[in-house]
């Protein structure tokens, strides 16, 4: 018996770990303009004011982009349906299942994000946001290929999210999940 038909969902951005984001971006933000006016020289001296200016221009873009987020983002910033995946914080558009070659689960030390890989035709076909253009060539450039999707400014935890999406990859485009996947596997 085939599973009755997923229809549109949307997901919310929360505004409460937005703001709590934000704040951990200035806290780094204001160590980092510390270090620069010379807070922890001590034997390393140009060191910490590198650190200062990397700390800055860091979390000064991060929180630049959270901020106009909170400010000019969309109440409900994912939104997955029968035709696609909608993600407006990387996509500009709605990326059709059949675009993705492979969705998985990327953990490391506690931190976990959903892997989204688009066919190799599809990664120029498709528009993406400015800060996802700047993430992608981040990641490729440490070996690292695909988007990363995280929960981290949304209404719902990375375990929802996750199970939403698998069961909406598991439908839709079941080729593109990993040999095995359960939607239990991981337990983020």
């Known amino acids: 018996m085939k599973p009755v038909a997923l229809g549109q969902r949307t997901v919310n951005r929360s505004l409460s770990k937005l703001i709590g984001l934000l ?3 200035g ?3 204001a160590t980092g303009v510390w270090l620069i006016q010379g807070g922890a020289v001590d034997t390393r001296g140009e ?4 650190h200062g200016w990397l700390s800055v221009l860091v979390f000064g873009s991060i929180s630049t982009k959270l901020f106009v987020r909170l400010i000019l983002g969309e109440k409900t910033p994912v ?3 029968p035709n696609g995946l909608v993600d407006k914080r990387s996509f ?3 990326i ?3 675009a993705f070659s492979r969705v998985s689960v990327w953990s490391h030390r506690r931190n976990s994000a959903i892997r989204l890989q688009l066919a190799s035709e599809g990664t120029h076909q498709f528009g993406f946001t400015w800060s996802a253009t700047i993430t992608r060539w981040f990641n490729k ?3 690292l290929d695909g988007l990363y999707m995280t929960s981290n400014d949304l209404d719902m935890s990375f375990s929802e999210l996750r199970n939403l999406m698998f069961t909406y990859v598991k439908e839709f485009q079941p080729s593109a ?3 095995g996947h359960t939607l239990s596997k991981s337990r983020h």
């Open 23 to 25: 704040g951990i971006g």
């Open 27 to 29: 806290i780094f933000l």
């Open 47 to 50: 060191i910490s004011v590198l």
């Open 79 to 81: 939104r997955l349906s």
């Open 92 to 94: 500009k558009e709605e």
């Open 96 to 98: 059709p299942w059949s």
């Open 141 to 143: 450039s440490v070996g």
């Open 177 to 179: 999940l990993e040999d």
